[in-house]
């Protein structure tokens, strides 16, 4: 990573540094254009901050850092909201190059509000990485002074100190490689050249050999410290291990962070594709339910007109059965008057009872009065419907019917034992809602009604 300005050398812009740029904005892109991602495009804008520091681009890192910010105070992600305050806080770290461009403290506010989020949220990996950041700018204030202000120099010490301490509790992997480059800064701003040399060679002596990074570093601060101490001998010889390990490191790092980025893109473009295909799947159902429901509605349909048709078959079947007993019966004097008494109340009849009276009629035969009845039942609903249809009372219907029978008003009121009075009233009620005006166009009309 590069270091604040008298540190270890800035790392070199290369081509493949602008590929990674280039997935980490075709991520941030394709976040951006659906719902929901906002929070993955706010940590492709970090990612994109880290690149443009890498490679020396501090205003894109800015604006970049700004962007991440605003979308993490929106999204109320502290995690993404620290990585762009550490991003702004670098910017500040590394811009200044004489003491009138320096941005110390400016980078001071940024990281102290980024370590509060970062010890609230238990984060100790970036409260390591900011305790150090912090003893740069201390570090950073103190590359102007000469000599150098002690209680600056005490600060860093301190921060550095701390963060040291606590990545060693919390045995964070690779430590001494966050420390060391800070560590070395410290040490020679101090005055402390053979404490730095010590420091470097035994990272050496801990480094594998494909840690190229921290071979570059510690062969870097090597030529550095000797050539302080008048070894040009050495300084050269380290020199040349510096250059061999900045060159595998650089292609090193481009690769990773080409693998990083097209991993990630990748895995955000088959979530897209993941997220389309459930959309598809789900418009696949409804449309199956919708065709389910319509097919649902026409058997529903057909079965009730199945059933009308069942029951006015079953009526007629009734109705024709009911003409035949009775045209068998038309020689017989005496089968009027049993019709007449067998049917007299048929109306306020219960099903039951009913189904009894024409079993009486039919001479015991049980399966025609069923049948009779079933149709006598029918009959009388439908004339309770007509009547109810066009408001006529079960005392108004019954005046009608006795009307159609050929009773006079008179007759009518010591039938039902009422005054003629109440009968007439009744009958001017029946001409209003039936809209006729006498007692001959009242029986037509109930009679083409179905109500007499």
């Known amino acids: 990573m590069r270091q604040a300005a008298g540190g270890s050398p800035p790392e070199r812009p290369v081509q493949e540094y602008e590929t990674a740029a280039q997935y980490a904005l075709q991520a941030q892109e394709l976040a951006l254009k659906q719902d929901g991602l906002e929070a993955k495009a706010a940590e492709a804008l970090c990612e994109l901050t880290t690149i443009d520091l890498m490679t020396w681009r501090d205003s894109q890192a800015w604006e970049h850092a700004g962007q991440a910010e605003k979308m993490a105070r929106g999204l109320g992600r502290e995690d993404i909201l620290t990585k762009a305050l550490i991003g702004k806080g670098k910017v500040c770290l590394f811009s200044g190059i004489t003491a009138e461009e320096a941005r110390d403290d400016e980078a001071l506010t940024y990281f ?14 970036t409260r390591v990485d900011i305790l150090c950041d912090i003893a740069q700018v201390y570090i950073n204030k103190n590359r102007f002074n000469n000599p150098i202000d002690p209680e600056l120099y005490k600060a860093a010490g301190e921060y550095l100190s701390r963060g040291e301490s606590l990545g060693q509790r919390g045995k964070l992997p690779r430590l001494n490689e966050k420390i ?6 410290y040490l020679r701003q101090g005055g402390r050249i053979q404490e730095a040399i010590d420091c470097c060679n035994h990272m050496l002596s801990i480094t594998s ?3 190229y990074l921290q071979q570059e570093q510690s062969y870097y601060q090597l030529v550095m410290l000797h050539a302080s101490q008048g070894d040009a001998k050495k300084a050269a010889e380290y020199h040349q291990q510096y250059v061999y390990a900045n060159e595998h490191y650089m292609k090193q790092k481009a690769d990773n962070l080409i693998q990083e980025m097209e991993t990630r893109f990748e895995a955000q473009e088959k979530e897209r594709k993941l997220e389309q295909r459930r959309i598809q799947i789900i418009l696949l159902l409804v449309a199956v339910l919708l065709l389910l429901g319509m097919i649902l509605t026409v058997i529903l349909k057909n079965r009730q007109i199945r059933r009308q048709n069942d029951a006015l078959a079953q009526a007629n079947d009734s109705k024709d059965k009911l003409l035949t007993f009775i045209s068998r019966d038309l020689t017989n004097p005496d089968f009027s008057q049993n019709v007449q008494q067998a049917v007299k109340g048929f109306g306020a009849m219960s099903e039951e009872e009913l189904q009894q009276r024409c079993t009486q009629l039919m001479e015991g035969s049980d399966n025609l009065g069923q049948e009779v009845a079933g149709y006598m039942q029918r009959l009388i609903q439908e004339r309770k419907k007509a009547g109810a249809k066009i408001g006529l009372t079960a005392r108004e219907l019954e005046i009608v019917r006795l009307s159609s029978d050929g009773l006079s008003p008179t007759e009518i009121a010591e039938k039902l034992h009422i005054s003629i009075h109440t009968v007439n009233n009744h009958k001017q009620n029946i ?18 009604l179905g109500l007499v």
């Open 112 to 125: 102290e509000e980024a370590l509060a989020i970062a010890e609230r949220i238990g984060d100790v990996q």
């Open 180 to 185: 060391f480059p800070i560590q070395i800064r």
């Open 209 to 211: 050999e494909k840690e």
């Open 431 to 448: 001409y209003a809602k039936m809209e006729v005006k006498s007692n001959a166009e009242m029986i037509r009309a109930a009679s083409s």
